[in-house]
């Protein structure tokens, strides 16, 4: 059984690192983002608490994180382990966690916050299907019009500038700590973001000691 944490700042792709490490080792993955999503998606009262925190450019509450993650986790789907994103928050959460489970590492995805604002800015979303974009990297064939449904093509309404200075602010001052707590216990191994995302990944797998293919 494997368990891991990944750490990365918005935009640093640990969503596609943690799914490429779940498919192939049969890992679950347990995204908070993703689960807040599902919740805004359908219209659940912490949906609505999500989506006025996320707009006003922070972060949600740490308590409602906990919670989520400690609900999922007592599913106890993950026979084989599991890769947990977005969580811990604190040093409260990363201490807890360390009690309650036996982590073999935590994965930390390092992008200069100069990046994070260029990829950030230019992703975009289908306003019909929900589709997502970056015009750096997934341009659809006609500028402005999703290729799946023809739906317009939005930036996201968290995706300003001044919303993103403000994440940006509270991940390192929440994050860094919990960082350094998992240091001390030399379970991080760090990677540069910027490259592809199969080098980032290759480059994981050797840190931690896991098959390339």
């Not at 498919?23 to 998606?41: K, T």
């Not at 994965?107 to 929900?130: K, M, W």
């Not at 290729?147 to 001044?162: I, K, M, P, S």
Request: a neutral charge.
């Amino acid at each position: 059984m494997r368990k891991y944490v990944i750490f990365g700042v918005q935009g640093s792709g640990k969503g596609t690192q943690a799914t490429m490490l779940a498919r192939d080792f049969d890992l679950v993955h347990i995204s908070v983002g993703d689960i807040f999503r599902w919740h805004v998606q359908n219209h659940t009262k912490l949906g609505a608490y999500v989506r006025r925190t996320v707009a006003a450019g922070e972060l949600v509450n740490d308590d409602h994180v906990e919670s989520v993650v400690q609900d999922r986790l007592h599913q106890h789907d993950w026979n084989y382990g599991f890769v947990i994103d977005g969580f811990p928050r604190n040093r409260r959460q990363a201490e807890f966690f360390l009690e309650s489970y036996d982590i073999d590492g935590v994965i930390h995805l390092d992008l200069p916050d100069g990046e994070v604002r260029r990829r950030v800015l230019a992703r975009r979303l289908c306003s019909r299907c929900g589709l997502d974009y970056n015009l750096m990297a997934h341009r659809p064939k006609k500028e402005g019009r999703c290729d799946v449904c023809g739906g317009e093509l939005v930036a996201r309404e968290d995706d300003t500038e001044e919303a993103l200075a403000e994440r940006l602010r509270i991940y390192h001052e929440k994050t860094d700590p919990v960082l350094d707590l998992f240091r001390r216990k030399e379970y991080v191994v760090t990677v540069d973001a910027r490259p592809d995302k199969q080098t980032i990944q290759t480059e994981i797998r050797k840190r931690l000691d896991l098959p390339l293919s």
